[in-house]
């Protein structure tokens, strides 16, 4: 048993720290998962870019390592819309670094794969019952809802505004993800597509913890004790974070990346579409500075990313960053690395000194 002020979110969930391993598509691991949950944080898998098959397997390695709760986490996107001529013209835009490569612009392209959660992952949450399940880009629909609800599993979903955290509170989530606008990755917006609206974490968490009648779990910059601390008396039960674990050797991320997070290019974060076709933050590169940070023909989310695939292709493996999304946090400069069970240990006792 642990000091910590608010024990809302540890008794929720069943963890011993309230530091929550944000969920990462393509970055995160059981391994990641596993030593964070053996620390006494909440432990986090991500589905959005695997398959349901790939989704139970994740899980099943996670339950033969450890007792402990695990999050299983969905995106919860509207399925795009093919539009031939917004294609047509993202593959326009892109086709200058076709040739700059040696390729050919019209070269066929296989579309992005990142399914919204629906049946089949349903049933890998019905095979496995995690005990919580989250989900960023709202919610799914009532019937899929119900479902995963009847699992016994607790249901959390990121709020990037007031508004967002009423709907989620309203539709039965067991607590609610406050994401401020310094967050890394995809910001989970669902009720508006205004970025300049998006707010940052001192100022989203006390209104959202006004707003709902649920725990809080702050999202968003937050790399140091001094972080969770700040969440904390800013009406937080509990913290979620992502950027600094991407520095963990658990985290799978390319070299190139975590030289970019590692660096003063760190510094320097923007939230761009031109990735997938929503708002996520990274670190700016070349396409960011080329493209400018939002383009009006990416197409709709996750189809944009389908013609980056070939420049990916052909210039990562010789360590480019140039067309590779950096997704990064604003606090990664806070951030120290280590493994990730350390980090869950020295934050919660750093911070549990500081609350004295
Ligand atoms: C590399 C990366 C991948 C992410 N992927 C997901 C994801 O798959 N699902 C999700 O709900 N959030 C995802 N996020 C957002 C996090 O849940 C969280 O909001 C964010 O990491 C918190 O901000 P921080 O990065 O400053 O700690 C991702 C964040 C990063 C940095």
């Known amino acids: 048993m642990t000091n910590w002020p608010d024990r809302?979110?540890?008794?929720?969930?069943?963890?011993?720290?309230?530091?929550?391993?944000?969920?990462?598509?393509?970055?995160?691991?059981?391994?990641?998962?596993?030593?964070?949950a053996e620390a006494g944080g909440l432990a986090a898998l991500a589905s959005a870019t695997i398959t349901p098959e790939q989704a139970g397997?994740?899980?099943?390695s996670f339950r033969a390592a450890t007792k402990k709760p695990v999050n299983l986490n969905f995106f919860c996107h509207q399925p795009p819309v093919a539009d031939?001529?917004?294609?047509?013209?993202?593959?326009a835009r892109l086709a200058?670094?076709?040739?700059?490569?040696?390729?050919?612009?019209?070269?066929?392209v296989a579309p992005s794969n990142r399914e919204p959660f629906n049946d089949a992952f349903c049933a890998v949450v019905e095979a496995h019952r995690?005990?919580?399940?989250?989900?960023?880009?709202?919610?799914?629909?009532?019937?899929?809802?119900?479902?995963?609800?009847?699992?016994?599993?607790?249901?959390?979903?990121s709020a990037t505004t007031v508004p967002e955290a009423r709907r989620l509170e309203g539709e039965g989530c067991d607590a609610i993800i406050a994401q401020g606008a310094e967050a890394g990755g995809h910001r989970g917006m669902f009720l508006t597509s205004d970025i300049s609206g998006q707010i940052g974490t001192f100022a989203l968490v006390p209104q959202v913890v006004d707003a709902v009648g649920l725990p809080v779990?702050?999202?968003?910059?937050?790399?140091?004790?001094?972080?969770?601390?700040?969440?904390?008396?800013?009406?937080?039960?509990a913290v979620q974070i992502g950027t600094a674990f991407l520095l963990s050797p658990e985290a799978r991320i390319a070299p190139q990346h975590r030289?970019?997070?590692?660096?003063?290019?760190?510094?320097?974060?923007?939230?761009?579409?031109?990735?997938?076709?929503?708002?996520?933050?990274?670190?700016?590169?070349?396409?960011?500075?080329?493209?400018?940070?939002?383009?009006s023909d990416a197409p709709q989310f996750p189809l944009a990313g389908g013609a980056?695939?070939?420049?990916?292709?052909?210039?990562e493996p010789v360590g480019s960053r140039d067309f590779m999304p950096l997704w990064s946090g604003q606090a990664a400069r806070l951030a120290r690395p280590m493994p990730a069970g350390e980090l869950v240990r020295k934050l919660a006792a750093e911070a549990l000194a500081k609350l004295g």
């Open 8 to 36: 809302r979110i540890l008794d929720l969930f069943g963890i011993l720290h309230p530091i929550l391993l944000a969920p990462m598509a393509g970055f995160g691991t059981p391994a990641l998962a596993i030593t964070v």
């Open 57 to 60: 397997q994740d899980l099943a």
């Open 84 to 91: 031939p001529a917004r294609e047509a013209a993202w593959r």
């Open 96 to 108: 200058p670094y076709y040739r700059e490569l040696g390729l050919d612009p019209a070269m066929p």
């Open 130 to 157: 995690p005990e919580i399940v989250s989900f960023h880009f709202g919610l799914p629909e009532r019937r899929l809802l119900d479902r995963v609800k009847a699992t016994g599993a607790r249901v959390i979903a």
């Open 217 to 237: 779990i702050a999202a968003g910059g937050i790399a140091d004790a001094r972080g969770v601390v700040a969440a904390l008396a800013l009406g937080a039960s």
């Open 259 to 295: 030289r970019a997070l590692e660096t003063a290019e760190a510094d320097e974060t923007a939230i761009t579409n031109v990735f997938t076709g929503r708002p996520a933050r990274g670190v700016v590169n070349r396409l960011m500075r080329e493209l400018g940070r939002f383009s």
């Open 308 to 315: 980056l695939a070939p420049l990916r292709a052909e210039t």
